[in-house]
């Protein structure tokens, strides 16, 4: 292309430009701001401090994750980005801290089940005054598991868990195993549970409008995954599929999809 053609092509996409409107994002939930989650989340305090150690693809080019909802609702929370957080000065500020009661929410064979198990050191601790604070690893759970197998501080944290009564509502992703949650859900379960057991008091269950304001953000991407008029509708693939209409990729090796204890 010579030095007149490139100078009309530019003069071109500068007109074309001038059309173009700049779409606002909100950076509290990260949504356009003509689509904000903000007003239907109702902020909340907790006992528990929520630690969200974010993974970097999570945080700069994931639109479908949960954190930044979390982190909106929940008053007692903060996020931390990185993938080995082995040297990281603020989280083992926190690891270290006499009055923190530190843990990892990940599941495994040696991870404190409160749906299931005694959570009466958990209690003690508590009530001694020391604070319960539950670190969540918000990533893919290939990316989860190479932030617990890198981060030699968090992978030494005791481990807690819960026993999910139901499978994952995001419809619109596809999780690995029946187990998986999302960072959302899995902090609503955990509060639940948590509130039930003793550990936290929540008896106006506070925790359940994360799932309301989950619902109607999943509601908003189904209805944009149907619409054959959107720029992403799956053309190729004959549209939006069902969950249960879905195939599973094969898992490489049978490896597992978590980090055994």
Known sequence: MDKSAYLARKQSLDRESLHY???NTCYTCFWLEELCLCPLIEPFATDTRFVILMHPKEAKTEKLGTGRICRAALLNSEIIVGIDFTKDPKVNAIIEAPQNHCLVLYPGENS???????????????NSGRKLVVFLIDGTWTCAKKM????RNIRGLPRVSFSASHESIFEIKQQPAVYCLSTLESIHFFLTEADRVGLESLP????DNL?????????FMLKCAR????????????GYTSKTSRKLRKKSGGRSIILLD
């Open 112 to 126: 404190l089940n409160i749906s299931t198990q005694d959570v009466s050191p958990l209690t003690q601790s508590k």
């Open 211 to 219: 799932i309301r304001v989950f619902k109607f953000m999943i509601d």
């Open 227 to 238: 619409d054959p008029d959107k720029k992403g509708y799956r053309r190729s693939t004959g």
């Open 204 to 207: 106006a269950k506070p925790q």
């Open 148 to 151: 617990m197998t890198q981060s």
């Open 21 to 23: 409107k700049r779409e």
